[in-house]
């Protein structure tokens, strides 16, 4: 069975940082692209950054370009997002997806982190 | 604001069909294939049609996709109120280098 499991949400204040760990199960983690999505409150689906299989390929929406930072660990199945420089506009749930074989599509998701950027 | 665009809301009646477009441009829809998601609420999205018009294994073949141009739109027939949902599409876009979604669309199976 498919599992996407991300965690390390919460409060922070503006300008604080945090990091949001995703742990994966039921497929093989290094053949796979990664991505983070997030949804603010009661808005829709925004594309936050991605990051290919091998890891030397990472894409990010400009929204969070020069913050943010993607990275994975093969060893332990999991999945990073690095915050810095938050902004109560990054408050949303962030989900973490696998990657289609071209890019295209999200097939698995987790549930979700909640991260609240607020003083 | 979305990079692709879609109606806000649809509705329609048990047992009916019911269309969602979604509109781009050269750069994403136009030069990328396309994917629809549904969100029930309080959960997150699942993915229910890729590469245009493709279903995951599970998906019931009441849900299609076309595309053409730089616009997609999602077919859903045999309406059923457990089909109340967001719907949203998405791809890539080849000059952000990155995903985009549509604003999505709420279904009211009345």
Known sequence: EVQLVESGGGLVQPGGSLRLSCVVSGFTFSSSAMHWVRQAPRKGLEYVSGINSDGDSTYYSDSVKGRFTISRDISKNTLYLQMGSLRPEDTAVYYCARGGYNWNFFDYWGQGALVTVSS | ????????????????????????????????????????????????????????????????????????????????????????????????????FGGGTKLTVL
């Open chain 2, 1 to 100: 604001q979305a990079v692709l665009t879609q109606p806000p809301s649809v509705s329609a009646a048990p047992g009916q069909k019911v269309t969602i477009s979604c509109s781009g441009s050269r750069s994403n829809i136009g030069h990328n294939l396309v994917s629809w998601y549904q969100q029930l609420p309080g959960t997150a999205p699942k993915l229910l049609i890729y590469d245009n018009n493709r279903r995951p294994s599970g998906i019931p073949d009441r849900f299609s996709g076309s595309k053409s141009g730089t616009s997609a739109t999602l077919g859903i027939t045999g309406l059923q109120t457990g089909d109340e949902a967001e719907y949203y599409c998405g791809t890539w876009d080849s000059s952000l280098s990155a995903g985009v």
